[in-house]
């Protein structure tokens, strides 16, 4: 089921990239993230028959779907638009070293020496990447800024959930995100929307709405919470170190993005870092 789970996830950097071909970026994230909150909303209410949380729990909930699927889809998907897909994968791979040092600023967690070092190693692969890419078509720094910035706030999305995992499902919670963050990113995809050429959408650019929609938000997630009920989330996350190399590949492959080899150097160098922290952050929404 991981594997399933973490190959789903990866394919929607270049679903999304391919699909931004015909799709506004806001238009996409938009409709996508209002279906998908509707659809896993339904599917927890059917199977606990509530998405209600505590009344001094609501706060949090309002802040983390705004930093954690407002900003971070307004970062993430003009990051794809502007760099490519490849690129992306790679640089969000650091996401768990930034959520080390946010778990610290927040009290959750002691962060030693060995986790400033793998923070700094994952910096250091970042800047690999970003440096690897310089020259390659379709990079540029403005969208490898921004891969930053998705990472950034993803980071502080799943430190901020933690306290939420501890009182309620993780079914429960991403369902609250996707569709309380759905319904704020639903206004800035209103101008791009009115500007989209819905009579000219091709069934493939239709069909990587439905597949970014369908599988990375509902499907893995469902994936992986059973996934995490079965084997602990310490091994389930050591999958999730597929995902950056998975999506360079995929990125590579469907989309005939190159890839240097520094790129690839700066995304080991990346993970090498998460792991020798072992910064990877328990269940938390995919994009």
């Known amino acids: 089921m991981l594997v ?24 996409f994230s938009a409709t996508r993230f209002g279906t998908a909150g509707l659809l896993f909303a339904g599917i927890v209410l059917w199977r606990e028959g509530s998405l209600r949380v505590r009344r001094e729990d609501v706060r949090l909930v309002i802040l983390a779907a705004f930093v954690g699927i407002l900003l971070n889809q307004l970062t993430f998907n003009y990051a794809v638009d502007e760099t490519t897909a490849g690129n992306t994968a790679l640089i969000l791979a650091s996401s768990p070293a930034f959520a080390a040092l946010f778990a610290s ?14 923070l700094g190693v994952s910096v250091s692969g970042v800047a690999l990447v970003i440096e690897g890419g310089s ?12 891969a ?4 950034v706030t993803w980071a502080a999305y799943s430190v901020m959930l933690r306290p939420l995992f501890l009182r309620y499902s993780a079914a429960r919670v991403s369902a609250l995100m996707v569709a309380i963050g759905g319904a704020m990113v639903f206004p800035f995809g209103i101008p791009q929307m009115l500007r ?14 439905g597949y970014s ?5 509902l499907v893995t997630n469902l994936l992986y919470f059973r996934a995490l009920r079965t084997i602990g989330a310490s091994r389930a996350t050591l999958y999730m170190y597929l995902q950056p190399f998975l999506g360079a590949l995929f990125a590579a492959w469907l989309l005939g993005e190159s890839v240097t080899a520094v790129q690839l150097l700066g995304g080991a160098v990346i993970v090498g870092g998460v792991s020798m922290g072992r910064l990877m952050p328990g269940a938390t929404v995919r994009e």
């Open 135 to 146: 020259g390659v078509a379709g990079v540029s720094l403005l969208g490898d800024l921004l």
């Open 196 to 209: 989209m050429n819905w009579g000219g959408l091709s069934a493939l650019h239709a069909g990587a709405w």
């Open 4 to 27: 399933v789970a973490n190959v789903l996830w990866s394919l929607n950097y270049a679903t999304t990239k391919y699909a931004f071909g015909e799709w506004k970026p806001l238009a």
């Open 105 to 118: 600023l927040a009290g959750h967690e002691h962060v030693g020496l060995r986790h400033w070092l793998a």
């Open 148 to 151: 930053v910035g998705a990472a």
């Open 213 to 217: 929609t369908i599988f990375p938000v």
